[in-house]
């Protein structure tokens, strides 16, 4: 990386996961080439290896005693809060040894809501803090207002039967029910714990969000006249103004060249994300619809994916025939360069926010299928504000598969689509160049920065 001159540092702490770590090591770059020293401070998990575009960021291990097994075994909203717990004295304790060794001044610690134990440190240390949100403003606004629902019964159809979970929630248009943020892996006491504390701005000095006001200008505008004692920055796509190899997992760069064979939007991407399981009965309904299509298809499966499975080798031979004529199947793929390629014409997501962000820049409309969390927002948000998808839900068979792939890439549905997201796509490029507005937004976040 080439920057300016340094002469303050700020710290920067992710949680250890590939959605949280992307935008994160997105934003490391940028400050650092605004003229900052970074230094990222991680735990044992999931920990990110630096490559040739961080060698001038500093990065740091914490110690703490949880065994490796607990991020598979207990579920994203049961291990962050132990991680919390866990990372609090540790933290503190490395801060600490920061202040002592480093020659230049800590000016402010930015951390992901999730890690929220940063602030503690940050209070005794009396450095100023930045809550920093990876997910969209959607979703925060959504955890930011989850206690009081919760308190008022609100969100006693979450646990009703499945025609009240249709319904929408009031304020929250077009979220139903089913749609909002919440985790399959944990119960509602357990949710509301972790929400109540990625929100608390506490004594942060700001908040900032990887979004865009083109996408969710609402959100966005109740966040900052609700939530008033602190400022909101809306800073991305983060991707779009710094872009850099931050994958956990080796990317199989030769599915590139099997799309230079493609024709333009004749190949639909299929990618679930980091996290999300599919049993083998799913696995052979997709297969089984997306050979029914008669479509082109680049399909990641993600090593582990497939419960008792390392790979695919559990799957029938008949996998393989559905797979072998118009299929591609990787472990991992290079996902902003397979998004940005003419041959792409849609992509089936499980709708994380950096999935989503990173399809509508590209100008890519969407199959969503989202597992949990905020990617049901994002896929409902895709799918009735933005218009640019098509949400797959209950059962996943065959007919439901060929059907979304037709509609998608055949149909004149889907060519309205792609027009639509071409023109967010504009939008989007708009708002991080020059005078756009995640641009000056980015820009008074980096003054601000500069002043406390």
């Known amino acids: 990386m080439e920057g300016k001159q340094v002469t303050r540092r700020l710290v920067l702490v992710p949680v250890p996961a590939q959605g949280h770590i992307t935008p994160m090591m997105q934003l490391a770059k940028i400050l650092y080439l605004k003229g900052f020293s970074?230094?990222?401070?991680?735990?044992?998990?999931?920990?990110f290896i630096p490559t040739d575009d961080f060698i001038d960021v500093h990065f740091v291990t914490i110690h703490e005693s949880l065994p490796e097994s607990d991020f598979k075994n207990l579920g994203p909203i049961r291990f962050l809060l132990k991680l919390n717990k866990e990372c609090q004295v540790s933290f503190k304790d490395c801060l600490g040894q920061l202040l002592l060794q480093q020659s230049n001044e800590i000016s402010c610690i930015i951390y992901d809501e999730f890690m929220h134990?940063?602030?503690a440190a940050a209070k005794e240390f009396n450095l100023p803090n930045v809550i920093f949100s990876t997910q969209s403003a959607t979703a925060f606004k959504c955890r930011s207002m989850f206690g009081k629902l919760y308190a008022n019964n609100v969100l006693a159809p979450l646990k009703g039967p499945k025609e009240q979970q249709e319904e929408l929630v009031p304020?929250?248009?077009p979220l139903r029910y089913k749609d909002f943020p919440v985790s399959r892996f944990a119960s509602l006491e357990s949710v509301m714990e972790v929400y109540r504390n990625s929100v608390?701005?506490?004594?942060?000095?700001?908040?900032?969000?990887n979004t865009a006001t083109c996408l969710e200008s609402s959100s966005l505008n109740f966040l900052q006249h609700q939530r008033l004692e602190v400022p909101y920055y809306h800073i991305g796509p983060l991707h779009m103004v710094a872009s850099a190899p931050t994958s956990l997992l080796e990317e199989n760069m030769s599915c590139i060249e099997w799309l230079n064979k493609q024709k333009v939007n004749s190949v639909i991407y299929i990618s679930l994300g980091s996290l999300a399981l599919m049993e083998i009965n799913e696995v052979m309904n997709m297969a089984s619809g997306l050979a029914a299509s008669n479509q082109y298809f680049l399909?990641?499966?993600?090593?582990?994916?497939?419960?008792?499975?390392?790979w695919t080798e559990s799957l029938s031979d008949e996998f393989s025939k559905m797979v072998s004529d118009r299929g591609?199947?990787?472990?991992?793929?290079?996902q902003k360069e397979v998004l940005a390629h003419p041959a792409i014409g849609g992509f089936w997501s499980h709708c994380g926010w950096n999935s989503t962000l990173e399809s509508i820049s590209e100008g890519v409309p969407v199959i969503c299928r989202p597992f949990s969390g905020d990617q049901k927002a994002n896929a409902r948000y895709l799918e009735c504000i933005w218009k640019i998808g098509i949400q797959v839900e209950g059962e996943m068979d065959k007919g439901s598969v060929e059907r979304a792939v037709k509609r998608l890439m055949v149909d004149e549905e889907g060519q309205e689509m792609r027009k639509r997201a071409v023109s967010l796509k504009e939008k989007l490029r708009a708002s991080v160049i020059s005078g756009g507005?995640?641009?000056?937004?980015?820009?008074?976040?980096?003054?601000?920065?500069?002043s406390l």
């Open 299 to 310: 399909w990641v499966i993600r090593p582990g994916s497939v419960p008792g499975s390392e």
């Open 200 to 209: 608390d701005q506490r004594t942060a000095s700001s908040v900032i969000i």
């Open 117 to 119: 134990f940063a602030e």
């Open 437 to 450: 507005s995640s641009h000056n937004s980015l820009e008074e976040f980096v003054h601000f920065i500069r």
């Open 38 to 47: 970074i230094t990222v401070v991680q735990t044992k998990f999931n920990r």
């Open 171 to 173: 304020e929250f248009y």
């Open 328 to 334: 591609y199947i990787v472990k991992w793929a290079p």
